[in-house]
């Protein structure tokens, strides 16, 4: 048996007629940037998320980016997020100038630490700080009550990097509304994801959305006239349209997710490899859309090669914390800084859970892992 990590292919066979019906009547039309269909997936990523307003942009890496520009983070300021995330939580900080500081996880989660980021917020230098970038890791929301809490206290502005979150839950409100600020990517590998690149940003408030809206396009509220400098940033029609069919498949999708995550962890126990295999932990009141089912494992990159050999593809998500990158050395963190952040890069697994995915295809996954445990196990007790 052969278990992709992804497989778009068979998604696509399903909605392959009613995407090309949408992407030919672009066609028709000839209008393909910021039009009909952005302004519609607009109101509908907004209004699934349960914000007020959506401004649709060309990636997730620019909603970060143009979030932070309109809550106006420049030069010097200091922003404070995780780093066990995708580049970009961190590089959209560093690129406009900014400091990003890192604050350790929660071991279970593997989203932002409250008490760590809390005690950064009480440095000398922290007035500095002018918002929190908690990123919804995996598919489940940060701890938002507290962050936001903390944030109020001092004075600083929260956004969400909910990239890889669309739909999750916190305490009854999802994804996107949560903050200052939500910012979605729709890149394929999303769970909502187009046929390139594409991104989201959400928010309640009328002001930053009029300012995100003239950001995106180069600054400026009317042509040819910039009130302040943006930059080019704009989600085209055929993805718009792409999106909008799969947007209606979305929580089907998402429900086939969290059964998979389920079954995986009911056979994790069965088997009786909770010595060897930690599953994700979801915390009370959140749901989690699994956009990776990600466990902590023992003696990771033996177990992945294993897994290779009998075709199953999987993931490290992520191998080098940010702290560590070579780029940010300037930012003077050393191994050892972020520990928990540490762990997690050493010792975890993505494993296959698309929504397609079959039952047998779960089982043999677990049922490979079984094997390999079993024989570590063996030739350690011989
Ligand atoms: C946590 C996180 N933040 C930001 C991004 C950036 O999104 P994009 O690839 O659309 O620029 C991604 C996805 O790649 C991500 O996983």
């Known amino acids: 048996m052969k278990v992709n990590f992804f497989d778009l292919a068979a998604q696509y066979e399903r909605i392959k007629r009613e995407v090309m019906r949408e992407v030919e009547k672009v066609c028709a039309t000839q209008r393909f940037v910021l039009g009909e269909n952005v302004r519609s997936l607009e109101d509908e990523v907004a209004g699934y998320s349960g914000a007020r307003y959506g401004i649709g942009v060309a990636s997730g890496s620019d909603a970060l980016l143009i979030g932070l520009m309109a809550l106006g983070v420049g030069c010097g300021d200091r922003v404070i997020t995780t780093p066990y995330t995708f580049f970009s939580t961190a590089g959209s900080i560093a690129r406009l100038g900014a400091v990003p500081v890192f604050a350790d996880i929660d071991p279970r989660t593997y989203n932002i630490d409250p008490d760590w980021t809390e005690t950064l917020l009480k440095r000398d230098w922290s007035r500095r700080i002018k918002a929190v970038l908690p990123v919804h890791l995996f598919g489940q ?62 928010t309640d408030r009328k002001r930053l959305a009029d300012r995100i809206r003239m950001l995106r396009v180069h600054g400026s509220t009317r042509r040819y006239y910039h009130p302040v400098i943006g930059m080019n940033s704009r989600l085209d029609e055929l993805q718009a349209a792409v999106l909008r069919v799969k947007l209606r498949r979305l929580d089907e999708w998402t429900e086939k997710r969290i059964r998979n995550a389920g079954l995986y962890t009911s056979l994790f126990e069965k088997e009786g490899l909770l010595g060897h295999v930690t599953p994700p932990h979801v915390e009370e009141g959140n749901v989690s859309v699994f956009n990776q089912y990600v466990v902590r494992v023992k003696k990771r990159n033996a177990l992945k090669e294993h897994l290779a050999a009998k075709g199953i593809g999987t993931e490290i998500y992520y191998p080098v914390p940010l702290h560590l990158q070579k780029c940010f050395k300037y930012l003077g963190y050393k191994r050892g800084d972020l520990p928990r952040s540490e762990a997690a890069a050493r010792q975890t697994l993505a494993l296959p859970i698309y929504p397609e995915l079959k039952d047998e295809e779960i089982r043999y996954v677990v049922s490979s892992i079984a094997g390999f445990y079993r024989s570590a196990d063996k030739s350690s007790s011989g």
């Open 141 to 202: 929301p940060a701890e938002m009550s507290a962050i936001r809490e903390i944030a109020r206290r001092h004075g600083a502005a929260v956004i969400e990097d909910a990239a890889q979150s669309i739909g999750a839950v916190y305490k009854g409100k999802r994804a996107g509304s949560l903050a200052d600020i939500g910012c979605f990517s729709f890149y394929p590998t999303k769970n909502l994801g187009g046929f390139g690149d594409g991104g989201m940003i959400t």
